[in-house]
């Protein structure tokens, strides 16, 4: 028999080497379980890295294709130009042969008129010399003759002066009756987007009026607002200049004249001012007029006509014909307005560049347009 003392003892013993043994097995099962998830991690990592190389590589290769694609459409449109240059070639080959031929054709038959004309010329010489011996005061009577036409012409440009003078007092006088401030006020018509939501006009236009503009609010009150003209959603370009384009006759009068349009972003004020090249606005019209009248009075008046373009932004002017390099270069630092002794408004150190042709006003303001400019209102 085992005494009581000793039972006692093994059963700690034993117990103890149980809990040492099951205290192992944990550690190893926690040593396993973390050397699972350890490799578990690193099978993770590899497959996000995988996937990573594999998201990239699509990606590459949608570029590629991407970059074939339009590799090929640009190896087709270059193509395509290199057919039509070489078109071109041929044609401009042709038409520079016959070109060629027909200068040598205009250069006999100018052989031929030289020498009908110096067979006219000695004609007339004997045909002179003949009169000279039946008339010899011919000189003298062909003397009065000229000095008479030109003193025909002299007075009746003289009288064409004084009418033009009245003309253009009785025009202005009109203008200044009609009001020296006028204000015009354009309808655009609505906008595709605007119609697709559902949007619908508030204004009215009565029939028998075109001065006249009625505008209904939320509440349903009508506003009536008049004005010197109301153009229409669709009154063309043509229309629109008509009223316009009237003070070039008051410009070349000499009379200051400034016309602008007012209204808010996207109420049409550039397509209204400038519109597309092939229906230009107020701007390209009025220029029209302009050059058009300095051409028709040419024999009588010589003009000189130049420009400048500014940019008022903060109460600020500047002068956009002047490229950063040059005001550099002049050591300008700002541009003043100012009044000269004539009583001529003119900004101090600003550039004005001289125009012959509405082209050269078109290609100001396309260089204006490549100058540094604020994008604010102007």
Not at 13 to 37: F, G, Q, R, Y
Not at 235 to 263: C, K, L, R, W
Request: with cysteine; charged share 30%; proline share 3%.
């Amino acid at each position: 028999p085992i005494p009581s003392c000793g039972l006692a003892s093994l059963r700690r013993a034993a117990s103890e080497k149980e809990a040492a043994l099951i205290s192992k097995m944990d550690m190893a099962e926690t040593e396993k379980l973390n050397a699972v998830l350890e490799k578990q991690k690193e099978i993770d990592q590899i497959r996000k890295e995988n996937s990573d190389a594999q998201s990239r590589y699509d990606e590459l290769e949608l570029k590629l294709n991407k970059l074939k694609g339009e590799y090929e459409i640009e190896t087709a449109r270059w193509s395509e130009k290199c057919t039509k240059l070489e078109g071109r070639v041929q044609a401009a080959e042709e038409k520079d042969e016959k070109i060629i031929q027909a200068c040598k054709k205009l250069f006999q038959d100018f052989q031929g008129v030289r020498i009908g004309l110096e067979e006219i010329r000695s004609g007339k010489i004997d045909e002179v010399e003949k009169m000279n011996e039946f008339f010899p005061n011919v000189q003298e009577l062909l003397t009065k003759t000229l000095n008479f036409n030109a003193q025909l012409v002299k007075d009746t440009m003289e009288k064409y002066k004084k009418e033009l003078s009245l003309r253009r007092k009785y025009f202005n006088l009109v203008q200044e009756l009609r009001g020296n401030i006028r204000v015009f006020c354009r309808v655009r018509p609505m906008l595709p987007f605007e119609l697709k939501k559902g949007y619908t006009s508030c204004l009215k236009f009565p029939a028998a009026e075109d001065f006249v503009l009625n505008v209904t609010d939320q509440a349903g009150v009508v506003h009536t607002f008049e004005y010197d003209r109301v153009y229409k959603p669709k009154m063309p370009q043509h229309g629109v200049s008509e009223d316009t384009t009237e003070y070039i006759q008051s410009v070349m009068d000499g009379y200051n004249v400034s016309i602008f349009a007012y209204g808010q972003t996207g109420s049409g004020k550039t397509y209204t001012m400038d519109g597309p090249s092939d229906n230009p606005g107020v701007n390209t019209r009025a220029l029209n007029a302009l050059f058009k009248t300095v051409e028709e009075r040419t024999p009588m008046f010589e003009y000189t006509i130049s420009c400048n373009a500014y940019e008022i932004y903060n109460d600020k002017v500047n002068c956009l014909l002047t490229s950063p390099k040059e005001k550099k270069e002049k050591g300008i630092s700002g541009y003043k307005v100012k009044t000269d002794e004539n009583g001529e408004v003119f900004v101090w150190n600003s550039k004005r560049m001289e125009v012959t042709n509405e082209q050269d006003v078109m290609d100001m303001m396309a260089a204006r347009l490549r100058l540094p400019r604020h994008t604010g209102d102007r």
